[in-house]
Every structure is written in C-alpha cells, then in structure tokens.
C-alpha cells in the first residue's frame, strides 16, 4: 500500500511511490538599510514627539522588519523602543538610535541629534479686523496679526471652507485664491498641553458679480469735500473695500467709512473711487476743478 504523508504544500517524491508534502520556509525579507534625513530635531521640555520627525527611510520600503529606538541620554528624552515616541525632559541633547534587523543575526542603524530647550509660549493673539470684505483681485489686504508673548511653536492655519483665501500669518497678507465667505482660524499652543484658537471672517467678491451704482461728483483743488453713500455691509465691521481706481495723482482719499468717502482735491483731472461689500459696490466718478 502506498503511504501518503501530508506535511506542508511542497511535494517531494519517496521511494516506493511514497509522496510527502512539505513547506519551504519563506525567505524573510530584512531591511537593507536606514537612514535618519534629519539630523538634528528639536524638541521642548514637555513635549511628546514621535522619531518620524527624523524622516526615517527604511529600504526596501516593503521590508516586514520594525525599527526600534534607544535614547542616549534618558534625562534628557526618554523613546519608546518599539513606537518610537519621544518624551522630552529636561534640557540638553541626546543621540537617539535607529536601528533595524538586516539578517538573522545582524542589526544596521543611523542616529539623529535630539534637542531640547525650555518651552515657551504665546498667551494670547488678536487679529487687527474681525471681519473683512476684499475684492478678488487685491494684492495688498492684510490683516495682522498680534502675538502676546514669544513662543517657540509654529502657529496652525486652518480654513472653515478652503479654496477661498491663503492667510500669511507672519506677514498678515490675504491672498484670495477663489470667491465667497470664509472663516480663518489661527491656533496657538499656550502650554505643554492647552492650545487657544481665534477667528476671522473673510467675504472675498468678484467686481463683476455686482451691478454697481454710480455718483457723478465735483470737488475743487485743495478742496475737502465728503460724499455720503448706502452701501450693504451685512452688519460686520470693516466690511467695505475703498480703492481709488484711477487718478491716484488728482485726488486724495482722506477719510472712508461705510457710509462716506471725504476726498481732498490735488490736481485739475478726474478720478474714480469704488467702495464694495459682500453685496454692494459703489463707484465715484470725481472731477477735479480749479
């Protein structure tokens, strides 16, 4: 009688006929190198932080081998040996150490400076306008930005919408990028653990999009002379755009609010002045006299 044994999947023929299945042990698939990109991370006394920010690059990337971690200076950052999370302690440096398995038997690795300084913080912020209304093509709208207090930590933009606007924090220029309402908000991180977000509302509008209404004005030169208006504001404030559209040289733009220009005459020639909201737009067409 024929004897079938049946170990794994691989067959191989006996003697006699006989037929046993066996499996062949899978070849494992060990890294075959690692490398920290970033040398040097800082971190802050009371931060967590993961060993990612070193931008650590296994090859090949589908090896199924695990780094782990070990922390030169435990005072300072403690690492967890297999998640790789940093727990910054005091100040100073460590050297923390990647290493992954490259055979059975051998192990290769890369190391990255860790830093870690006194943390300090932003308390609070205040945005120069709460709410503003810009034309889709202003260059030049900025709202700025106040800081209480240094921080070392990089405030987070983020956007109720998006597509609408790039908000600059640094500088506080508003790029708009698209049309319609949208909600800023900056984020601060005021301790180890508490974060303060603060908001502003931005309505950006396209010229085109509304039919305006027209004032035919005269003012003499040096001349002051205010001009009243009705104009939409949708109760927010600072929510009208003022801009001398052309003949900057013949008129200055003394003093606007939303609901009147007062202009100064410089020059004999016309100028022309458009005030826009999210839903109104007025445009003066000013000749200037002797």
Known sequence: MKAVIIIFSCIILLGAGAIAFV????????????????????????????????????????????????????????????????????????????????????????????????????????????????????????????????????PIVSYAVGGIVNYDYLSGNITPVGTGDEIVTVTIKTSATEYLSKSFNVNVVGNDEITPTVYNETVSVNQLKRFNFLIEATGMTNASVVTITSGNDYIELVEYDCSY???????????TIEIVSANSRVIFVITITH
């Open 23 to 154: 499996m062949l042990p899978s070849k494992v698939s060990y890294a075959d190198n690692i490398t920290c990109n970033n040398k040097t991370v800082q971190g802050y006394i009371g931060e967590n932080i993961n060993a990612d920010c070193a931008c650590i690059q296994i090859m090949p990337e589908n090896t199924k081998e695990k780094p782990f971690f070990y922390s030169s200076n435990t005072v300072v950052a403690t690492i967890g040996f297999l998640d790789g999370q940093i727990e910054c302690l005091n100040e100073g440096s460590a050297t923390i150490t990647v290493s992954i398995k490259n055979s059975e038997s051998t192990i290769i690795s890369d190391t990255f400076l860790l830093v870690v300084s006194e943390a300090s913080y932003s308390t609070n912020l205040y945005f120069e306008h709460d709410n503003l209304v810009i034309l889709s093509t202003e260059t030049d709208c900025q709202n700025i930005i106040t800081f209480v207090g240094q921080s070392n930590f990089t």
């Open 261 to 271: 220009i007062i202009v100064k005459g410089l020059l004999v020639g016309q100028a």
